[in-house]
């Protein structure tokens, strides 16, 4: 068995070699965007890619080299039911409101008309999100009818840059006055307002739709729970200073078998089954005491669950210890191949 790994340095990349090495596994560095990659992997039977939502060559054609490989019947991580919605709320809502998810009431028009027309019915404030972007960006609280009316008139005309360069700016202020982010972060915040990132650069603007949640007032926090295989680890995560986003903030907690509603664990691995997910990352937000999910991906911070002790399975049952998520990750790809 051999397998090939992409590698992005601070990526999941790091682990996965490190525990093949400590496995006496053979495996090999590839370099995913060779125009002969496919060629390359020919003779490899797993290949692993920790794509990121924020570099432009991975989000051009990374789902394609993958999802091209399963069809070769080469096993693959994210495969094609894990990774195919990744940083696309749009898609996620499809996907969770056909299994009958417990989905924040979401909302996409494709027509500037309808889109009005929703406008002068609905009730205010509502989330206004772009598609893509993780950690918050791209996501704003909208007030009222006026509000709501501009951004349409934007999603329907020049669109939206994936990059917003002033709030990148502000969150690099949050986090440098909460001791988070250096004063060289700061910096390179205001280099941003001049010099776009190379994402921004390549990536074309969001329009042609637009795309809202209900508000649910009250929160101070959200749930963030993790399925990897049978396994299961969560966070709280609480919202910034006079905000309502938690994703993102920095500050957060790690669930024990004390301090969680079994509940959202038992509805997050009913969600990991019906949608055969290798990793699944569910985002929850509480309405009226039920747990409603927000977003769905596959993919973490590479050190989120480090300080968590332990890990619930399948049957709910906590398991203390320290656990390293990457390596079940590779552990269940080698366990299904030899399955």
Not at 117 to 136: C, D, H, I
Not at 240 to 256: L, M, P, T
Not at 286 to 292: Q, V
Not at 312 to 339: A, M, R, T
């Amino acid at each position: 068995m051999k397998i090939a790994i992409h590698h992005n340095p601070h990526s999941f990349s790091d682990r996965w070699i490190k525990y093949c090495e400590k496995e006496k596994i053979e495996y090999k560095v590839v370099d995913a965007f060779d125009s002969n990659i496919i060629e390359q992997l020919k003779d490899f039977d797993i290949f692993m890619w920790h794509h990121h939502h924020a570099q432009y060559k991975d989000v051009l054609t990374a789902k394609r080299i993958l999802f091209a490989l399963e069809h070769a019947g080469i096993k693959v991580f994210p495969n094609f039911n894990t990774g195919w919605h990744f940083d696309d709320k749009v898609a996620q809502k499809y996907l969770l409101e056909a299994i009958n998810a417990p989905l924040v009431p979401s909302y996409v028009f494709y027509d500037k008309k309808q889109a009005l027309e929703w406008v002068e019915k609905t009730k205010f404030p509502k989330v206004f999100k772009l598609k893509g972007g993780a950690g918050s960006s791209n996501v704003k609280l909208v007030h009222s009818q006026n509000e709501a009316k501009k951004l349409i008139n934007i999603a329907f005309g020049k669109g939206f840059s994936q990059f917003d360069r002033i709030a990148n700016l502000q969150e690099k202020i949050r986090r440098f006055k909460e001791g988070r982010e250096g004063f060289k972060g700061v910096l390179k915040g205001i280099v941003r307002l001049v010099i776009p990132t190379q994402f921004s650069k390549y990536q074309p603007p969001e329009k042609g739709y637009i795309y809202f949640q209900d508000f649910i007032p009250n929160l101070n926090s959200d749930i963030r729970i993790q399925i990897i295989g049978n396994k299961a680890c969560g966070l709280k995560r609480f919202v910034r200073k006079n905000d309502f986003r938690a994703s993102g903030s920095g500050n957060f907690v790690e669930f024990n078998d004390q301090n969680i509603d079994k509940n959202i664990l038992k509805v997050a691995f009913e969600i990991k089954d019906k949608l055969h997910s290798q990793c699944l990352t569910l985002d929850f937000i509480y309405k009226d005491n039920e747990p409603l999910i927000v977003e769905l991906s596959y993919g973490f911070p590479i050190k989120f669950y480090d300080n968590c002790i332990g890990y619930w399975d399948e049957n709910l049952v906590w398991h203390e210890g320290k656990f390293n998520p990457q390596y079940w990750i590779i552990e269940n790809l080698l366990k299904s191949y030899n399955n």
